[in-house]
T-cell receptor, first 114, second 111 residues
Framework: DSGVTQTPKHLITATGQRVTLRCSPRSGDLSVYWYQQSLDQGLQFLIQ???????AKGNILERFSAQQFPDLHSELNLSSLELGDSALYFC?????????????FGPGTRLTVT | GQSLEQPSEVTAVEGAIVQINCTYQTSGFYGLSWYQQHDGGAPTFLSY????GLEETGRFSSFLSRSDSYGYLLLQELQMKDSASYFC????????????FGAGTQVVVTP
């Protein structure tokens, strides 16, 4: 158990819908990272927040957005969902703002878009 | 840009030694990490090499050669529970917070 929690564990929704994935980092960690893992794309970095502020951005679609709240939990919002958005979404945390080679991953949310 | 290349699959028997290679191309390099992921599970951090040489952690060791843009993960005394995917990863040269992963190597351990 990494200490990172994610909810929900599974999510099934229809195309065009909007969903929110939630993540709570390990106690004391200020950085939260979001990743998407699909069979054809591997593990892709989406975005990083540090203490409430966006710090790094990957190939995150405009339909996707995230935020980190004062209590440090983070939410990833996915809208206008497409079939291709079906994937495992992981949240990770670390105490570092900058280089973070050691990240602690949550159990993931499996999103299925039908 | 940055890319990390690793073999897609390796098969070995219990008790054997497996080496997973990772070659990288990056505009800025801050070290190489290794993660393990079991089917349906979350990636778990294994090791990190910032400098050249070998880092040993129990049955697993990781090596880095910055001059050759190459690293490897060595799994010794293989056990069935080591069957998993192994990813090399490196912080991106353009954004330290961004960790870029290789495509992963599926290690299959047979009895």
């Amino acid at each position: 158990d990494s200490g990172v929690t994610q909810t929900p564990k599974h999510l099934i929704t229809a195309t065009g819908q909007r969903v929110t994935l939630r993540c709570s980092p390990r106690s004391g960690d200020l950085s939260v990272y979001w990743y998407q893992q699909s069979l054809d794309q591997g593990l892709q970095f989406l975005i990083q927040y540090y203490n409430g502020e966006e710090r790094a951005k990957g190939n995150i679609l405009e339909r996707f957005s995230a935020q980190q709240f004062p209590d440090l939990h983070s939410e990833l919002n996915l809208s206008s969902l497409e079939l291709g958005d079906s994937a495992l979404y992981f949240c990770a945390s670390s105490p570092r703002e900058g280089i973070s080679y050691e990240q602690y991953f949550g159990p993931g949310t499996r999103l299925t878009v039908t | 840009g940055q890319s990390l290349e690793q073999p897609s699959e390796v098969t070995a028997v219990e008790g054997a030694i497996v080496q997973i290679n990772c070659t990288y191309q990056t505009s800025g390099f801050y070290g190489l990490s290794w993660y393990q992921q079991h089917d349906g599970g979350a990636p778990t951090f294994l090791s990190y090499n910032a400098l050249d040489g070998l880092e040993e952690t129990g049955r697993f060791s990781s090596f880095l050669s910055r001059s050759d843009s190459y690293g490897y993960l060595l799994l010794q005394e293989l056990q069935m529970k080591d069957s998993a995917s192994y990813f090399c990863a490196a912080p991106s040269g353009d954004s330290w917070g961004k960790l870029q992963f290789g495509a992963g190597t599926q290690v299959v351990v047979t009895p």
